[in-house]
């Protein structure tokens, strides 16, 4: 099993729609990324949470520590939101890194 | 503020060739890492410097390695390429190790021949 799961792997929404996007993990971590990913490669990281919740524009991030998982939200979706999101946790420990899932690609259709 | 610089962004090498890639992370930022991308794998953690020493590195043979220098400038390499070190290899700079927010750059793009 992997230390981090991502669902759904694909995801096709219409323009408007909302968008939920979920991440459990099984390891202790001090912090969960959520980064984006268009087609060429480049990545831009969303969302540091280490609890709680944030909010930057129409994308959500929330986080519940107890029960290892996250949930990256996206309120009136755009073709432009279409990219592939990935979850990150960084474990905590003396041999802290960085883990990712395996991404979940999503494609806004107008 | 100038973002991550990763050169080169495209090579190719044939196998038992070595390669090296190269990473300057945002000014002030002392903490890099790098990473590698595959379609099988997807992204995987390889190593992590901070203040020029290596603070952890992931499950990678040893031909792969890396080192940051006092401008917190990183380099990593690949010695004796196979064609499985085909990949996108991607670095990242933080102001912090644990919780610092990650900065990409646009990567560098091995193919092995």
């Known amino acids: 099993k992997n230390e981090v799961e991502q669902s759904p792997q694909n995801l096709t929404a219409q323009e408007g729609e909302f968008i939920t996007i979920n991440c459990s993990y099984s390891?202790?971590?001090?912090?969960l990324h959520w980064l984006q990913q268009h087609p060429g490669g480049g990545i831009v990281s969303l969302f540091m949470l280490s609890s709680g919740k944030k909010k930057h524009g129409r994308l959500i991030a929330t986080i519940n520590i107890q029960e290892k998982h996250s949930s990256l939200h996206i309120t009136a979706s755009h073709p432009r939101d279409s990219a592939v999101y990935i979850c990150a946790v960084r474990s905590t420990g003396t041999a802290s890194k960085l883990t990712f899932g395996t991404g979940t690609r999503l494609q806004v259709t107008l | 503020k100038a973002g991550v610089t990763q050169t080169p962004r495209y090579l190719i090498k044939t196998r038992g060739q070595q390669v090296t890639l190269s990473c300057s992370p945002i000014s002030g930022h002392r903490s890099v890492s790098w990473y590698q991308q595959t379609p099988g794998q997807g992204l995987q953690f390889l190593f992590e410097y901070f203040s020029e020493t290596q603070r952890n590195k992931g499950n990678f043979p040893g031909r792969f390695s890396g080192r940051q220098f006092s401008n917190s400038r990183s380099e990593m390499n690949v010695s004796t390429l196979e064609l499985g070190d085909s990949a996108l290899y991607l670095c990242?700079?933080?102001?912090?190790?644990?919780?610092?927010?990650?900065?990409f750059g646009e990567g560098s793009r091995l193919t092995v021949l």
């Open positions: 390891v202790g971590i001090s912090a």
């Open positions: 990242a700079s933080s102001s912090r190790v644990q919780y610092g927010e990650l900065f």
